[in-house]
């Protein structure tokens, strides 16, 4: 049966919100961390036969299928052809999975899977605006569709009314989730001080190191910020944050490990999505993860570490409950409250980190798992070899 290899992975560091790469074009993002998925890896470049990029909000920069552009800014052959991939938040995650599907397929041996996005430049849902009001229409994807409201009402379509209705369906107090954002920041500057993401990291210029781990966080401060929605639990302090980045990795077929004399460092276990709630929208990680382990054979005791994203801390906390994983594999080195959420980059950032962890501790399986627009969720297991 054809396998799918990671072959290598790749992230910039995560610049915070107006930090030091928010000026950054996101293509150029992308580049930097192609040339150095080409030179780490010793791969023929010409040999690569597509390119998979997530982004999200694909105006500006950002448009124009920025895989390709991404592809030839770093000056890489232009026989090579690239694709640009909206999931939402799992954009770069359902990258590795159509990359995958290609090697699996046996129509393709090598292939890249990557993300870019500069949330900076291009704040969230800014593409949907800049369609909408032109045209005078009602912003958003969901106003004025009859079949929407006729299934769904009127209900608010957006992330931080979906984490209260998590929140509030699974008892999580704010208390619970601004000491789990605490834990995440703890976790993330253990991670940077002891160079664990080193490895996995290529500098951009001077910026060596990611921006959003804060070391002057307490619980004491977080319980001084406001909600988001009135009357809410949900703030700043317990969300991922505005970031800018990118990630890339290589996939590789059994045939193109052999020719291109490459060293495989973790196999494709596991591939599926699945979907639920688009209202509740972030608790989709969670049935997604007992389809996964179903189809496996798996249990929670199997897998040695977990990323999942910190779209916001009940997300995870939810996920806790339910699947009754250790919480001591999960986010192991922190997540997207302390590290950042670079939206289309975030699946791959989140790979390329599960895969240097599972090297660092000797681990077999990894799983990795996020919440998406929608009511979506990814499910990948990888396994080190």
């Given amino acids: 049966m054809p396998e799918a290899y990671i072959v290598e992975a790749v992230r910039t560091p995560v610049g915070r919100r107006k930090g030091a790469l928010s000026a950054v074009h996101p293509a150029d993002l992308g580049a930097h961390v192609l040339k150095a998925l080409v030179e780490r890896s010793g791969v023929d470049p010409a040999a690569v036969e597509d390119v998979v990029f997530g982004c999200l909000d694909t105006v500006g920069p950002q448009a124009g299928d920025i895989a390709r552009t991404a592809w030839l800014a770093a000056g890489l052959p232009e026989e090579v052809p690239g694709v640009t991939v909206d999931r939402q938040c799992g954009s770069s995650q359902q990258a590795v999975h159509f990359a995958a599907q290609g090697v699996l397929s046996g129509t393709q041996d090598l292939v890249v899977a990557g993300g870019t996005q500069n949330m900076s ?73 002891e160079g664990r993401f080193a490895r996995e990291t290529v500098a951009y210029g001077e910026v060596t190191a990611d921006e959003g781990p804060r070391r002057d966080t307490t619980l004491e401060k977080m319980a001084g910020l406001k909600p988001v929605v009135e009357g809410g639990t949900i703030t700043a302090a317990v969300s991922s944050q505005v970031s800018d980045g990118a990630a890339a990795m290589l996939i590789a077929s059994a045939r193109a490990v052999r020719e291109h004399g490459l060293r495989p460092r973790a196999r494709i276990h596991h591939l599926s999505v699945r979907g639920e709630d688009p209202i509740r929208m972030l608790s989709a990680p969670i049935p997604a993860t007992a389809y996964a382990l179903k189809k496996t054979g798996m249990s929670p005791a199997d897998i040695d570490l977990v990323e999942i994203n910190e779209a916001f801390a009940p997300v995870v906390l939810a996920w806790l409950k339910e699947t009754g994983a250790d919480p001591e594999k999960v986010n192991v080195n922190g997540g997207a409250i302390a590290l950042g959420h670079p939206l289309g980059a975030t699946g791959v950032k989140l790979m390329t980190t599960l895969l240097h962890e599972l090297e660092r501790t000797g681990g077999r399986f990894g799983l990795q798992t996020m919440c998406e627009g929608g009511g979506q969720a990814n499910v990948t297991i990888i396994e080190r070899l």
């Fill in 121 to 193: 430049m291009i704040p969230i849902a800014f593409a949907s605006r800049q369609a909408a009001e032109p045209l005078g229409l009602t912003e958003g994807p969901y106003a004025g569709s009859e079949g929407w409201r006729a299934r769904y009402g009127d209900a608010p379509v957006n992330q931080f009314h979906g984490a209260e209705l998590i929140a509030r369906k699974w008892g999580i107090s704010r208390r619970d989730m601004e000491e789990f954002a605490l834990r995440s920041h703890q976790r993330a500057l253990r991670a940077l001080d």
